[in-house]
């Protein structure tokens, strides 16, 4: 297991994927999976950063792991901001032109659709999204 833990900015985002591909490219993850690992954690720690904190900062913890029994990874993002499941929110609905969807929600369907799996748990004051991809 490897973990990072820095503050909710945006500034910082180069060291998560840095951070990340270190992990993928050492567990031979092949280069079309890692981009689509990337722009997962890139949008779920962006949204960390926008909103867990606002107006402040806080940190912000990823978690990376091989699961036992599979190959491929699962990234866990925990921060102790405000509550919120980006789960519960229902799926925006692609098949409507962009003028008549309703803003917001479509990074994390994207983020959804592109893992194998993810799960959200609110513990001990804490958000606690795990996010799955195999390759």
């Given at each position: 297991?490897?973990?990072?833990?820095?503050?909710?900015?945006?500034?910082?985002?180069?060291?998560?994927?840095?951070?990340?591909?270190?992990?993928?490219?050492?567990?031979?993850?092949?280069?079309?999976?890692?981009?689509?690992?990337?722009?997962?954690?890139?949008?779920?720690?962006?949204?960390?950063?926008?909103?867990?904190?606002?107006?402040?900062?806080?940190?912000?913890?990823?978690?990376?792991?091989?699961?036992?029994?599979?190959?491929?990874?699962?990234?866990?993002?925990?921060?102790?901001?405000?509550?919120?499941?980006?789960?519960?929110?229902?799926?925006?609905?692609?098949?409507?032109?962009?003028?008549?969807?309703?803003?917001?929600?479509?990074?994390?369907?994207?983020?959804?659709?592109?893992?194998?799996?993810?799960?959200?748990?609110?513990?001990?004051?804490?958000?606690?999204?795990?996010?799955r991809k195999l390759f």
């Amino acid at each position: 297991m490897n973990e990072l833990e820095l503050d909710a900015k945006v500034d910082n985002l180069e060291e998560v994927l840095a951070f990340m591909d270190q992990w993928l490219e050492a567990h031979d993850c092949p280069m079309k999976v890692q981009m689509q690992i990337d722009i997962a954690v890139e949008e779920i720690f962006v949204n960390v950063a926008h909103y867990a904190y606002t107006p402040n900062v806080g940190k912000v913890k990823i978690r990376l792991e091989k699961p036992a029994d599979s190959t491929g990874v699962d990234i866990t993002f925990i921060d102790s901001g405000i509550p919120y499941d980006p789960l519960a929110k229902p799926d925006p609905d692609v098949t409507l032109s962009a003028e008549e969807r309703q803003i917001g929600g479509l990074g994390i369907f994207m983020v959804k659709k592109s893992m194998d799996s993810m799960l959200y748990e609110y513990t001990d004051g804490q958000n606690i999204l795990t996010m799955r991809k195999l390759f």
